[in-house]
Nanobody, 123 residues
Framework: QVQLVESGGGLVEPEGSLRLSCAAS????????MGWYLQAPGKQRELVAT???????NYADSVKDRFTISRDNAKNTVVLQMNSLKPEDTAVYYC?????????????????WGQGTQVTVSS
């Protein structure tokens, strides 16, 4: 069973910074994609940033140039450095991992989610 353990959320003032971390574990062949999504009340979950096992990144336009995603493949961790935070960034942030069960690109894959961590940007 895959487990994603998140940390780093909390309350921060506008223009402040937070660092979200997520550690993935489980009997999985690989974590092909890891990243972060957010969900505001009454809204759909949406992309913040993702990173592949080879280092390719994808950012939402709203966070590009403010947030940076990174991962450590050996430790199966992903980090989101959040700078210049705005009140509009307030949401629950969910760690995400796309896991693959075998060595083939055609092996079964599953989307896994952390429990979510609250980020509140307010003065």
């Amino acid at each position: 069973q895959v487990q994603l353990v998140e940390s780093g959320g909390g309350l921060v003032e506008p223009e402040g910074s937070l660092r979200l971390s997520c550690a993935a574990s489980g009997s999985i062949f690989s974590f092909d994609v890891m990243g972060w999504y957010l969900q505001a009340p009454g809204k759909q979950r949406e992309l913040v940033a993702t990173i592949t096992s080879t280092g390719s990144t994808n950012y939402a336009d709203s966070v590009k140039d403010r947030f940076t995603i990174s991962r450590d493949n050996a430790k199966n961790t992903v980090v989101l450095q959040m700078n210049s935070l705005k009140p509009e960034d307030t949401a629950v942030y969910y760690c995400y991992a796309r896991v693959r069960l075998g060595p083939s690109s055609y092996s079964p894959e599953y989307d896994c989610w952390g429990q979510g961590t609250q980020v509140t940007v307010s003065s």
